[in-house]
């Protein structure tokens, strides 16, 4: 099998540009919001994107798996899955910010191998492939060089979360020493590392669908990703990514132990 990955990146960066046209056509009209049962939203954009998703890729790879956060679900023949978040920032979609994106990654063998991130008010897709580099369109984007707090921005998502873990008391005085903190959308935050605008995201809660994409795009890009144990994976249910200056630092502050 090829290891380029072209077909997935055409198609890949295709599906998610649809389906974000369509939600962006969805917005326009009356998009159903009901509650999950762990009280997160949903609207009938994110169930029409996620049916859209599922079809072109089932279309373009019937072997592959599915896991989509509105209930997709496949079990792959060939130990490929494609992992589908429809309306990644379901909350900035309802309230009309550009933070919210399609999400589409790639796992092979366990491992994210393809990643899409597209924001459809800005008309803005980020892509990688393994081995390819990670880019916002056709731009080639890389990490920023940087490995003192007070020369960092570091961005922060799911505050209403942190108070979970131990480090949560700590966590002011702790951001008093970064350049500047900002929290503008999980994975519109976690792009800005990606191409070098900012240093470090931390995301309190996550899961893989939030994560696939974002995981393959930051480390084509330069930087490093692991959850709060220090675990390289999308499936602990919290993530870090950051330049691999600023990586010791955020790994002690969060008390991982790998």
Request: glycine share 10%; proline share 4%.
């Amino acid at each position: 099998m090829p290891t380029n990955y072209e077909l997935e990146i055409e198609a890949g960066s295709r599906i998610a540009r649809a389906a974000g046209q369509l939600a962006l056509q969805m917005r326009k009209g009356d998009i159903g919001t009901e509650s999950k049962s762990d009280e997160s939203p949903v609207t009938l954009a994110d169930k029409a994107c996620e049916k859209l998703i599922v079809e072109e890729l089932t279309k373009a790879f019937p072997e592959d798996g599915l896991l989509g956060e509105e209930g997709a679900s496949r079990e792959p023949a060939n130990g490929r899955k494609w992992i589908i978040d429809p309306i990644d920032g379901t909350r900035d979609f309802i309230r009309g910010t550009g933070a919210w994106s399609v999400l589409i990654g790639l796992e092979e063998k366990g491992e994210v191998v393809a990643g899409f991130a597209y924001f459809p008010v800005h008309d803005k897709l980020y892509w990688a492939a393994k081995g390819r580099g990670a880019y916002c369109e056709n731009e080639r984007i890389h990490a920023q060089d940087v490995s003192e707090k007070s020369q960092a921005l570091l961005c922060v998502n799911g505050f209403s979360f942190l108070y979970r873990f131990p480090f949560a008391k700590d966590l002011v005085t702790w951001l008093s020493g970064f350049w500047a903190v900002r929290s503008m959308g999980g994975c519109l935050d976690s792009m800005l590392v990606s191409s070098g605008k900012a240093d470090g995201w931390l995301e309190a809660q996550a899961k893989p669908w939030d994560l696939a994409p974002l995981q393959i795009i930051a480390e084509e890009a330069g930087c490093l990703t692991f959850d709060f144990t220090g675990e390289r994976t999308i499936y602990g249910g919290n993530f870090i990514i950051t330049v691999p200056g600023l990586a010791a630092e955020m790994k002690r502050f969060v008390g991982a132990t790998k």
